[in-house]
């Protein structure tokens, strides 16, 4: 069965990535047909667009993209183009699993670190409704709705389910926005009833980001409202060495993007020196995605033997290899 993808390479690092990911994917057997559509900050300037018509139709076509990091104009009035693809597709749920890799020198390397964070991804306060009442005061509306508290909270749940994952924990500030947060935290409760075999639990987001510091190992399934799953992603993934090996998935009821959620790194691009964990690992969540689960399993298992072998990492996590010597070492590791 043939699988189509629309591969988004993006600028900076993006394309080095990107093939090194391809490569891993192919290794596997999998056959996937790429539909390559470029987006970068050279091609934003020049049309005038976030997302060119072409990148929607391709991702329209396919129902799911394979994305490297795209630099957004600075100070143009351009929206960033990460948000623009979650509300235009309504990508509603960002997910973010945080795994210790073998090898890899953390403050927390001799604790096993294990947690899937659940972003919701369409409001909040990244609804960008924003006005200046009168000179230097503004206001910043952050949106909560029922419809989409309940949906992020269903998806997370059926996760844990699907997954034989123990519990969940639904983090707040409804302390203070009583109403606001306090919507999102009556609908994750609402939902909780109907999972009975899934423990429920709730923290406040300051508690919850001081306990990830000093037990992360304790989190399973993290749910959140946008801002605060935003703020907590990268705070757990630099639990564990940080962005460039940490993937992720914007999940929608009809489109699917993949991404790595690292920036585009113009000072390094072109030298072989970038880290493709990160875009690998979210071909990896791709892959379970289309159902081929075999070759899924086989990827992640061979990106985990290169760290655990250690001979081949890049320089951020303590290597000396490039981003070709790396991706040659998984696909060896794929193939056997």
């Known amino acids: 069965m043939s699988h189509y ?3 988004i390479p993006g600028d900076g690092i993006g394309p080095e990535v990107a093939q090194a990911a391809v490569r891993a994917v192919e290794a596997t057997g999998v056959d996937i047909v790429w539909r390559r559509a470029e987006l970068n900050e050279a091609i934003i300037l020049e049309s005038g667009k976030t997302l060119p018509q072409y990148l929607l139709d391709s991702l329209n076509e396919t129902k799911i993209g394979l994305k490297g990091p795209v630099t957004t104009p600075v100070a143009g009035g351009f929206q960033s183009v990460n948000v623009a693809l979650r509300k235009t597709l309504d990508l509603f749920a960002n997910v973010r699993p945080v795994k210790t890799l073998p090898g890899v020198k ?6 096993k670190i294990d947690m ?11 609804s960008g409704l924003e006005h200046e009442i009168v000179k230097d005061v503004v206001t910043s509306l952050k949106v909560i709705t029922r419809t989409a508290s309940e949906r992020i ?3 997370a749940f059926n996760y844990a ?3 034989s994952r123990k519990t969940v924990v639904a983090i707040h500030k409804a302390n203070i926005m009583k109403l606001a947060d306090g919507l999102f935290l009556r609908c994750c409760r609402e939902t909780s009833k109907n999972f009975p075999d899934i423990n429920y639990k709730e923290l406040i987001v300051d508690n919850a980001s001081m306990q990830l510091v000093m037990r992360p190992e304790t989190f399973d399934i993290l749910l959140l409202p946008n801002l605060y799953g935003d703020i907590v992603s990268d705070l757990a993934a630099g639990l564990v060495g940080g962005l460039g090996i940490v993937p992720g998935a914007n999940m929608g009821e009809t489109h699917a993007v993949f991404e790595a959620v690292h920036g585009s790194a113009p000072d390094i691009a072109g030298q072989g020196k970038a880290n493709p964990t990160a875009l690998m690992l979210s071909a ?8 081929e689960n075999e070759a899924s399993h086989k990827m992640q298992s061979a990106v985990e033997a290169v760290y655990r072998e250690g001979k081949y990492l890049t320089s951020d996590v303590g290597g000396t290899s490039s981003t070709g010597e790396f991706a040659d070492a998984v696909v060896r590791a794929i193939k056997g």
């Open 5 to 7: 993808c629309t591969l």
């Open 106 to 111: 953390t403050r927390f390397q001799d604790v």
């Open 116 to 126: 899937v964070i659940f972003r919701e991804n369409t409001e909040d306060l990244y």
């Open 153 to 155: 909270a269903r998806y």
């Open 161 to 163: 389910k699907k997954n």
């Open 284 to 291: 990896v969540m791709m892959l379970t995605h289309m159902g």
